[in-house]
């Protein structure tokens, strides 16, 4: 996933002097916390990245991002290394922003769970930015060869593997068995949740994101948590779930 793709000639850094292979390896280290002064930089240029990647995705130049921050191009690569590197980084930072005050920077695997969702997408409300650097992203990610493909996959994965999980959790906790259908809440949750996102970026003033997301997932709770009969159960075609 780190390699960039051939035909990007921005994503290539500038050719390094390569040590001998002969050399001995030394002993295994813990790794050195950055300076605060290239924390800070590399967190500006992530800030930029995310700027560029959301107004024109992956294709976005490595020079806009520079000029935002004040640095040539071969700057970035600097502290990067390649386009495909910055962009995973963009993706990791954007994460860890939603979990950053969470103990132990993970979210809960409980009714705190669909909490954490919640807060998250009125907190998405305020900051545009970021939320159209995801989406065109993970959009662009389902297209071959994208160098973001298999960062969402496992996001994916992990994510319906942990919302179901805490389904399970929440059964658990109300004395019930967990019904069959927690797996595609888990999936139903996380698209609505990206569903939203897309239709408020269009037009913020028809969608209420923290609102509405809010009133999907307490519905789609509800329904696992004390499965009712809808009108959409007696289907004539069949289709209705029971």
Not at 27 to 37: F, I, V
Not at 148 to 163: C, K, Q
């Amino acid at each position: 996933m780190g390699s960039a793709a051939p035909d990007d000639p921005e994503a290539r850094a500038p050719p390094q002097n390569e040590k001998s292979s002969t050399m001995a390896t030394p002993p295994a280290r813990r790794p050195l916390q950055p300076r605060p002064e290239t924390a800070r930089r590399r967190e500006e240029i992530l800030r930029a990245a995310i700027a560029t990647f959301g107004a024109k995705g992956y294709k976005g130049p490595l020079s806009d991002i520079a000029e935002q921050v004040g640095m040539t191009h071969a700057g970035v690569l600097h502290y990067f290394g390649s386009k495909s590197a910055l962009l995973l980084e963009v993706l990791k930072f954007r994460d860890f922003e939603d979990v950053e005050d969470l103990p132990a920077h993970h979210m809960p695997g409980d009714a705190g769970l669909f909490r954490h969702l919640v807060k998250t997408a009125f907190l998405n409300a305020r900051r545009a930015g970021i939320v159209q650097a995801f989406t065109v992203l993970s959009s662009e990610a389902v297209t071959d060869g994208h160098p973001a493909r298999s960062f969402f996959e496992e996001r994916y994965a992990n994510l319906r593997a942990e919302v179901a999980d805490a389904f399970r959790v929440m059964c658990a906790d109300e004395g019930i068995d967990a019904p069959e259908t927690v797996d595609r809440a888990a999936a139903s949750i996380l698209a609505v949740m990206d569903g939203l996102q897309t239709q408020w970026l269009l037009d913020p003033t028809a969608v209420e994101l923290g609102e509405t997301t809010e009133f999907a997932i307490e519905a789609i709770v509800a329904q696992v948590l004390s499965p009712r009969s809808t009108p959409l159960s007696d289907a004539p075609d069949g289709t209705g779930t029971d």
